[in-house]
T-cell receptor, first 113, second 114 residues
Framework: GEDVEQSLFLSVREGDSSVINCTYT??????LYWYKQEPGAGLQLLTY?????DMKQDQRLTVLLNKKDKHLSLRIADTQTGDSAIYFC?????????????FGSGTRLQVQP | DAGVTQSPTHLIKTRGQQVTLRCSPK?????VSWYQQALGQGPQFIFQ???????QRGNFPDRFSGHQFPNYSSELNVNALLLGDSALYLC?????????????FGPGTRLTVL
């Protein structure tokens, strides 16, 4: 089966790096996503990585994937107050052709000035 | 280029009533998925529509039904509302049905059942 887990809360100071972690249980080929949700808003796609990759970098965002441990992380460099939001890790399976996203419960990132 | 739009933004209903939520996909997208997000939780997949048919369904009862129109827009219908149906309902659109196609989300409809 598939299950995605995240830590609930992270607090950092402005200018520091943030690292948000996620674990998933399904060992099938998959795409893994990071979405951002601000209060009262929908989900904004930040980045994604395919399970045969180890790392992906996109401006201030770096995604690291440890396939052995089924561990995914999102690093935000130079964190700003505007980065305060809930971050969701999600996966979708490739081999079954399924399109449904399975989400974690989200990590609330609080950036202190 | 308009993104995914949803209406209404907020809705208040009472138990037992029926509700219809609407979604217009991002321009060029032909696949619509619906998710339910309860307070403090991640979104849960309800179902997905492509070529006007339900293609995949999550673990939701038959009270939840949907429709996709020829212009790719979609409706989510919920019958016999329960208090537990109170949530943010999110619509996501994508191109085709390949698992590689990224889903883009709308702002959601917040449903409150009293």
């Amino acid at each position: 089966g598939e299950d995605v887990e995240q830590s609930l809360f992270l607090s950092v100071r402005e200018g520091d790096s943030s690292v948000i972690n996620c674990t998933y249980t399904d060992s099938s080929s998959t795409y893994l996503y990071w979405y951002k949700q601000e209060p009262g808003a929908g989900l904004q796609l930040l980045t994604y990585i395919f399970s045969n990759m180890d790392m992906k970098q996109d401006q201030r965002l770096t995604v690291l994937l440890n396939k052995k441990d089924k561990h995914l992380s999102l690093r935000i460099a130079d964190t700003q107050t505007g980065d305060s939001a809930i971050y969701f890790c999600a996966e979708t399976l490739l081999d079954t052709g399924r399109r449904a996203l399975t989400f974690g419960s989200g990590t609330r990132l609080q950036v202190q000035p | 280029d308009a993104g995914v739009t949803q209406s209404p933004t907020h809705l208040i209903k009472t138990r037992g009533q029926q509700v219809t939520l609407r979604c217009s996909p991002k321009s060029g997208h032909d696949t619509v998925s619906w998710y339910q997000q309860a307070l403090g939780q991640g979104p849960q997949f309800i179902f997905q529509y492509y070529e006007e048919e339900e293609r995949q369904r999550g673990n939701f009862p038959d009270r939840f039904s949907g429709h996709q129109f020829p212009n790719y827009s979609s409706e989510l219908n919920v019958n016999a509302l329960l208090l537990g149906d109170s949530a943010l309902y999110l619509c996501a659109s994508s191109v085709g049905r390949s698992v590689r196609d990224t889903q883009y989300f709308g702002p959601g409809t917040r449903l409150t059942v009293l």
